[in-house]
């Protein structure tokens, strides 16, 4: 019996060698090539190693297309959504699972029900109103429509919930203020839930396309993603360059995913409360 | 101040910055959207009230409305059975003691975190028909009417599905997993005093209990996929003609490109309907297979 399940798992290894190799070699075709003379790109067959690496294709990138500055803007608007959406989400759950008030559990349902309205929806009147405000091509018209969604606010409800009374009935016998109990009892309580959000809100913005698609034009506040939608534009087929542009592209997803692993992957499975 | 004034006011100054958000860009932008499906507007002109005209038009002449919804419903069919199967399989080896688990699974799980645009760029080039790596492949096994990927209309979707499954097959993987790893041991246990094979206990104990994650993996993926965008723009723009014109990108021309908002509007409304519908009949229809403890 041990032995065939041993035999079993062996097997099972071999499979799964395959399958990581067909998932991991995109990403190594993606460095080779950007290692690669042009030249080289189109010789036949395909060589997986180039025979002398062109680390001067990454200069190249970087001389021809700010990817500093793409980088900067999205880490600056990345990062301000993530914040700002855990700072308005967990007032806002404090208040649906920590306080009474008329009409709480009505609110909340308007709130989820939000969730189901797809981003194309509202996406149209936002840029309506960014481009009134003339707030095209500023950081505040990439970050604010995004701050506000009811994903954040349901999770940290939910979590918020699990905490037990007791621990905040023994500080207001002293006197503390709800915004004390927010901030020094519910909120260090839930570093696993907020850390989770935080890396799931910013890995989210970070890939988002179509919101700063929509309202940047100006190369300069360009975040990566339609940086490097509008790179391939302009290199169509300069595939070296291009996969050059895609390797650092990706690169800060692959630093973010090694140190955060842990949250991302329980961030994932906890969306499954949504069921 | 009663107690309990006082409280409701302290509960609405919590709520306050995101409600004032909410109102604007969430409650106000639905409002706001709703109104401007029964209008004509190019963000220049007046805009002029035309009732249903947009949705009837949209419904009854709009051939390439009707070319992009087939596409959109081509890739859901495509993709949603594909990642359920393979995260299922992937799962169910993963979360046995099989040796190097860890990094098969952060090897599956990887491409879900990196942006679509940058595996859409990737997976442009392994398609290239000439030099692409795809190809070259099926050339080594002996296939030798190679396919012209992205520029074949016949292929150019499938193109689509097959880096899109890549991608995403990762989060089914660990929607999964975690869902095996809920089943406690003890039912396995009894199964297997019962003297249940590995086939049975799969069929009627492992299936039965992941139902619920089952279903609640679908019907992410296929609220996802209708929503499908990000791969088409990069990889194909669309075409070869509309070969992989998607709903949303049709919402994102005529509202961004042609400026046709009213229309673009009643597009993404049609598409909230059809994801609307889409999920309902999952649910109605959950009470026939998930179960619940």
Known sequence: ?275 | MTLRRKETLAAWLFLLPGFVGFTIFVFGAVVFSSVLSFFEWDMLTKPTFVGLRNFTKLFLADKTFHLVFRNTLWFVLGTVPTRVLLGLIFALILVRNVPGRTFFRAAIFLPVIIPTVAAAMVWRWIFNADFGLLNDFLYQIGVSNLPRWLSDPKWALVAIVILSVWKDVGFSTVMFMAGLQSIPTTVYEAAKLDGANAWKTFVHITLPLLSPTTFFVIVINVISSFQVFDQAYVLTGGGPGNATNTIVYYIYNNAFQWFRMGYAAAIAWVLFGIIFIATFVQFKYQRKWVYYE
């Open chain 1, 1 to 275: 019996m041990r032995i065939k399940e041993k035999v079993l798992n062996w097997s099972l290894f071999c499979l799964m060698v395959i399958v990581a190799f067909i998932m991991l070699v995109p990403f190594f075709w993606m460095f080779s090539t950007s290692l690669k003379s042009l030249g080289e790109v189109f010789e036949y067959p395909p060589k997986w190693i180039p025979s002398q690496p062109r680390w001067e294709n990454y200069a190249r990138v970087w001389s021809v297309v700010p990817f500093g500055r793409y980088l900067l803007n999205s880490v600056i608007v990345s990062g301000s959504i993530t914040l700002l959406h855990l700072l308005v989400a967990s007032l806002s759950a404090f208040a649906f699972a920590r306080l009474n008030f008329p009409g709480r559990d009505k609110l909340f349902l308007l709130y989820l029900a939000t969730l189901m309205v797809p981003g194309q929806v509202t996406m149209i009147p936002n840029f309506i109103l960014i481009k009134l405000l003339r707030l095209t091509d500023t950081y505040t018209g990439l970050i604010l429509p995004n701050v506000f969604t009811a994903f954040g606010v349901f999770l940290l409800r939910q979590f918020f919930m699990t905490i037990p009374k007791d621990y905040e009935d023994a500080a207001r016998i002293d006197g503390a203020s709800r915004f004390y109990i927010y901030s020094r009892i519910i909120l260090p309580l839930s570093v696993p839930a907020l850390s989770t959000l935080a890396v799931f809100t910013f890995v989210f913005q970070w890939n988002n396309l179509l919101w700063p698609l929509v309202v940047v034009s100006k190369d300069s506040m360009k975040t990566i993603t339609i940086g490097l939608a509008s790179f391939q534009g302009m290199y169509g087929t300069t595939w070296n360059l291009l996969m050059a542009a895609a390797v650092m592209g990706i690169l800060p997803s692959i630093v973010a995913f090694l140190i955060g692993q842990r949250f991302l992957i329980k961030g994932i499975t906890l969306t499954g409360l949504k069921a």
